[in-house]
Nanobody, 118 residues
Framework: QVQLVESGGGFVQTGGSLRLSCTGS????????MGWYRQAPGNQRELVAV???????NYADSVKGRFTISADNDKNTVYLQMNSLKPEDTDVYYC????????????WGQGTQVTVSS
């Protein structure tokens, strides 16, 4: 079993920055893709950033150019650098490995709350 732990969220003003971290018990990189998701109450969980074991990245259009996903395998940690934050970025952010068919691989962690004030 792998327990994921997200951290780094908080309150920030529009235009500010936050850096989220994701780690866990055991190796979180069980498969070759890791992703960051976000979810607000009443909404679907949205995949916003993906990184592969080879270092390739992909982003949702809503965050492209503002967010950067990275990974440090030696530290067993995935990061999400968030710049130029907007109120619509307000959500709970989660990380997870992404399975072969695009489904989450590990059990979900508690997430970390990001709140952007206008």
């Amino acid at each position: 079993q792998v327990q994921l732990v997200e951290s780094g969220g908080g309150f920030v003003q529009t235009g500010g920055s936050l850096r989220l971290s994701c780690t866990g018990s055991g190796n979180i990189f069980s498969i070759n893709r890791m992703g960051w998701y976000r979810q607000a109450p009443g909404n679907q969980r949205e995949l916003v950033a993906v990184i592969t074991s080879g270092g390739s990245t992909n982003y949702a259009d809503s965050v492209k150019g503002r967010f950067t996903i990275s990974a440090d395998n030696d530290k067993n940690t995935v990061y999400l650098q968030m710049n130029s934050l907007k109120p619509e970025d307000t959500d709970v952010y989660y990380c997870n490995a992404i399975g072969r068919l695009g489904t989450p691989y590990h059990d979900w962690g508690q997430g970390t709350q990001v709140t952007v004030s206008s």
